[in-house]
């Protein structure tokens, strides 16, 4: 006598019917367990990055793929402070911060009245806060402090030198931001709020490592022939 015949569709879902009852069954008699296999803990999820660490991790492969796309190619371990300050005047073309030379009829004028055809530049600020994620992001990926290149004493004289250079040119002075003392009037809060530094309306805000902006271009950057 033969076995009536069955299709694979038929015991394919006979199977699914007869997975869901072991699963139902485990769920009763070990509940503790299943709870613990369809619910991931706290510790294992994944948290979502900050938008500062996301830009620093674009801002970190950008450089990376600078260094290769270079002219020789760059390895990390050989970049120095002058390699940055190379990087630094490279990303002068993808900025938006309009520079007046010292021919222009309206350099120190914060607001010129007609355009021009001065140069757009990273500002300053952006600059500075690339930097500073930069440094961080070397040391985080295993570089150490003292070797650190984004830490070096010509970064920061190059950094001076175009603060120094835009606000003579844009007219803007960098101050430092007064602290507010405790206790004091309203009028006092009001007087320190004034003296606060004028912030960039380029493409970048000030701060050491906690500017949001970021400065990616949207291509791979081109190959660039070493001058050192």
Known sequence: MHAPPYDALYCCNKISELSILIDTCRALLCPSVHNQKLVPSPATATQ?????????????????????????????????????????????????????????????????????TCPLRQAWGSLDALIGRLRAAYEENGGQPESNPFGARAVRIYLREVKDSQAKARGIPYEKKKRKRPGGSTSNAAATAANMSVVDDGDGGGGGGGGTSGISSNSDPAPVTSTL
């Open 48 to 116: 979502p990055l900050s938008r500062y660490e996301s830009q620093k991790r674009r801002d970190w492969n950008t450089f990376l793929q600078y260094l290769k796309n270079h002219k020789p190619p760059l390895a990390l371990a050989r970049c120095s402070g002058a390699h940055v300050i190379e990087f630094l005047k490279y990303l002068d073309q993808f900025g938006k911060t309009k520079v007046h030379v010292t021919g222009c009829p309206y350099f120190g004028y914060p607001n010129p009245p007609a355009p021009c």
